[in-house]
């Protein structure tokens, strides 16, 4: 049976993550959080479902679980709208405000479809994100290169300062900016090239995040984190992070403590241009992240009408110290899984020797309690009726993730098998969220975690042995 690329496919349709009702999306932009409302930008294209057209998407939540999508943002004019990050500037530091309210300021970059030169744009909203004027005295950056994207912008009390993180694709760097009024930039550093340099470096975030079990509740590290287009997991691509240290003008990595050469976030073949959420209020869970559920390989293919691309789970993301090491963890929001027992998603299961459960229309998340002594995890088969979409080995020294081309699904680059590597095979927990095409996988409380779309014809199985 093949999927017909014309037909409405409802069987895909997300209903507990965020998708625009048609066209195409990719990235995440411009997470802000204003006034009881989470906002969330995105690279969407109003006029069809293949990429182009670049503008900002709108979508808005009050709980991170529940989306309504909104008119679009801001269009494309002569410059296509790529992605950015967005700040409340409560304190009306850029003047842009209308003298009642605190104004977003958003600042993307500008692809200039005539001359391909990528400069940095600001944009204000003085009615909660719903429509934007364009900075007067644009650009607020150009350094005349057709490759300088993705502005990150946030605040740094320490030194107090509005900082940016942007990268150079091409030459593998992410550039640190100041500003005192988000207008006027000084560029003060840069990191870069490190580790993973096989394809052009995308989306940079930079996020200050607390260390679990040290004793110490203020102890944080800054992460770095960047994409990288391809050539990152099994050719595909996927995003890389440092863990170090930030003082408002360098980002430094301690080598004692987290590996000079990065680390994976997400070792699936769908989960790229993740960015966190600015100005969540104090005591807020977080930091807070979200990917889009999707590559510019094999995406601009997947089989879902009349949208294409979806986003994440909203991520929740902290530090462990682990024998030394900091490495990052990811789980879905609180709300997420609550929302899941509420409406009776959530299944817990303690995993015996072989087993297997059935997801009914491709909706819940099973929590796979493996440490019982009866399991030790082997691997975790993604079926659809007799066909193994996917596949998770948990070995004793190693874990693999895969996923398989099938006869439903003709798309080039979609079949994957990443080795993580080396790994002390000691999961405890599983916890798998489908949501109809969507698959995340958090190993260990999100230690590991992996997600991919895939395109089951009935309802999946999720067995192991
Ligand atoms: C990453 C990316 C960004 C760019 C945007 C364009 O997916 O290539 O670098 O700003 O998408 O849509």
Redesign the pocket.
């Known amino acids: 049976m093949t999927i017909d690329k014309c037909a409405n496919t409802p069987q895909f349709r997300p209903e507990w993550h965020f998708a625009p009702q048609r066209n195409w999306m990719?990235?995440p932009n411009g997470l802000v959080y204003f006034e009881g409302e989470y906002h969330l930008f995105y690279?969407y294209n109003p006029c069809g479902k293949e990429?182009g057209h670049?503008s900002w998407g709108h979508a808005v939540s009050a709980d991170l679980v529940h989306w309504t999508e909104l008119p679009v943002a801001i269009p494309e004019g002569e410059q296509?709208i790529?992605?950015?990050g967005a700040v409340v500037d409560w304190d009306n530091s850029s003047g842009l405000g209308d003298g009642v309210a605190p104004p977003i300021v958003a600042i993307?970059?500008a692809?200039h479809s005539a001359t391909a030169i990528?400069s940095q744009h600001v944009a204000y909203s003085h009615d909660k994100g719903r429509t934007w004027q364009s900075y007067s005295n644009n650009p607020v950056i150009d350094l005349g290169l057709e490759h300088f994207?993705?502005p990150k912008v946030f605040r740094h009390a320490a030194s107090d300062a509005w900082i940016m993180v942007v990268?150079l694709?091409r030459e593998h760097k992410v550039q640190f900016y100041r500003s005192p009024n988000l207008l006027e930039w000084t560029l003060v550093g840069d990191f870069g090239p490190a580790g993973a340099t096989g394809g052009?470096w995308?989306?940079p975030d930079l996020i200050e995040i607390g260390i679990e079990g040290t004793g110490d509740e203020s102890a944080t590290r800054w992460v770095l984190k960047v994409?990288i287009?391809k050539n990152l997991l099994a050719g595909g691509s996927g995003a890389q992070y440092f863990v170090g240290t930030f003082d408002g003008f360098s980002f430094a990595v301690d080598s004692a403590e987290a590996p000079a050469d990065g680390a994976i976030l997400d070792h699936g073949p769908d989960f790229?241009?993740a960015v966190t959420w600015s100005d969540l209020p104090p005591g807020h869970e977080g930091p807070i992240l979200i990917g889009?559920l999707s590559n510019?390989q094999s995406g601009h293919s997947y089989p879902t009408h009349p949208w294409r691309g979806v986003q994440s789970v909203p991520r929740v993301l902290t530090l462990l110290l682990d024998n030394g090491h900091l490495k990052l963890k990811q789980v879905p929001v609180t709300q997420y899984l609550q929302e899941a027992r509420q409406t009776g998603r959530f299944r817990q299961i303690v995993a015996e020797s072989c087993g297997s459960v059935t997801v009914a229309e491709n909706q819940g998340c099973v929590a796979i309690d493996c440490d019982n002594g009866a399991w030790r995890p082997g691997r975790i088969r993604f079926l659809d009726g007799d066909t193994e979409l996917a596949a998770l080995v948990i070995g004793e020294d190693h874990v693999a993730f895969a996923r398989y081309a099938t006869e439903a699904v003709h798309i080039d680059d979609y079949a994957r098998e990443v080795l993580v590597g080396e790994r002390q095979a000691k999961a405890r927990t599983v916890l798998i969220l489908l949501d109809k095409c969507t698959v995340e996988i958090f190993v260990d409380d999100g230690e590991l975690v992996f997600s991919c779309c895939l395109f089951p014809v009935a309802d999946l199985s999720i067995e192991w042995s």
Do not use: I, L, V
Request: aromatic fraction near 20%; include cysteine; hydrophobic fraction near 25%.
């Open positions: 990719n990235d690279q990429w670049m296509m790529f992605s950015g993307y970059t692809h990528q994207r993705d990268a694709p052009q995308e989306c994409d287009d790229y241009a889009w510019h």
